[in-house]
């Protein structure tokens, strides 16, 4: 088993392979719609091509230490469910970001709260930090439900605090904590 797998209440986490580049594609595309006002990366043409520039770019962070990019899988089938990450880790204040999104066939099952906690628990245990940050973009009322429903607590209301297509937005910030 590979030290990288983290296991999430029915819910395989492990570091993106080139091989599930097709079915990472596929993902965006089905939910291109609804996420692409969050997340502008998306698209239905998203292709495989983009998939493992994405898939490099989670390699190159977690050689540099400074992220750890899921994908996230049914153990059971190996349908890919969607991505997530805690990323940003700043080792000198112990703390990160965690993000993540589910594809919309998944939506709706409880898949984003059981990674948000598992995401969690890694990083208060083995990553030993000490905090852990998510941050949703005011109006992405899906986002906020699964950190409210994971035990974050609402601290406030950023101004300017993400940048969506080239615009400074307001988003509110949740924490967890050990």
């Not at 590979?2 to 993902?27: K, M, N, Q, S, V």
């Not at 990366?41 to 994405?54: E, F, I, N, T």
């Not at 969690?120 to 930090?129: D, K, R, W």
């Amino acid at each position: 088993m590979d030290d990288r797998h983290l296991h999430a209440h029915g819910l395989l986490l492990r570091p993106f392979e080139d091989t599930d580049a097709a079915a990472f594609a596929a993902a965006v595309r089905e939910s291109a719609e609804g996420m692409r006002r969050w997340m502008p990366w998306s698209s239905v043409d998203y292709g495989d091509d983009q998939a493992r520039q994405w898939f490099q770019a989670c390699r190159e962070g977690w050689e540099a230490v400074t992220a750890y990019e899921y994908g996230v899988f049914d153990p059971a089938t190996g349908a890919f469910l969607g991505g997530a990450g805690l990323n940003a880790i700043r080792r000198d204040h112990r703390f990160c970001n965690l993000g993540y999104w589910v594809r919309q066939a998944g939506q709706g099952q409880g898949v984003a709260t059981r990674v948000v906690q598992a995401l969690a628990a890694h990083a208060f245990g083995p990553l030993q930090l000490q905090r852990v940050e998510i941050v949703v973009a005011v109006g992405n009322l899906a986002s906020e439900r699964v950190a409210v429903k994971s035990g974050a607590l609402h601290e406030c209301v950023a101004r300017n605090r993400l940048v969506i297509d080239d615009v400074a937005a307001p988003a509110h910030v949740f924490s967890l904590v050990p």
